[in-house]
């Protein structure tokens, strides 16, 4: 994917209906660092104006999760090798609240003209 943007974003959500259990995110786990436990992005990075690669600053991330209880997300920067800059996120859902749908996001206010993804 190639393009220009001022932000980018990640996240999941799960649907339900009103009263009922909130299903899973991903396979029951919160994020916990083993990225065989939630669902996660791996190899993230952005390429700025001259083409170069580079990982986000954590004070340009922004994180939203509206149940805690239920789901999270953890940004866990650059984790080298095959894995780059990575994130993960999921949780095993159950009694959320009365909401129709639960969401979690988490963006990066960007300064740059392409995104690529591998």
């Not at 799960?14 to 916990?32: A, E, I, N, Q, W």
Request: charged residues 20%; aromatic residues 16%.
């Amino acid at each position: 994917m190639v393009g220009s943007a001022d932000k980018v974003g990640f996240g999941g959500r799960t649907l339900t209906h009103r009263g009922s259990l909130s299903p899973v995110m991903g396979s029951r786990h919160f994020p916990d660092k083993n990225l065989f436990h939630a669902i996660f992005y791996r190899l993230i990075f952005i390429k700025n104006a001259s083409k170069t690669n580079y990982g986000h600053e954590t004070y340009r991330i922004e994180k939203y999760v509206d149940k805690r209880k239920c789901f999270d997300l953890s940004y866990y920067g650059n984790l080298h090798r095959d894995y780059g800059y990575a994130l993960q996120y999921g949780g095993p859902g159950g009694n959320c609240g009365d909401w129709l749908v639960h969401f979690l996001s988490w963006t990066i206010k960007l300064n740059v003209i392409v995104i690529m993804f591998r």
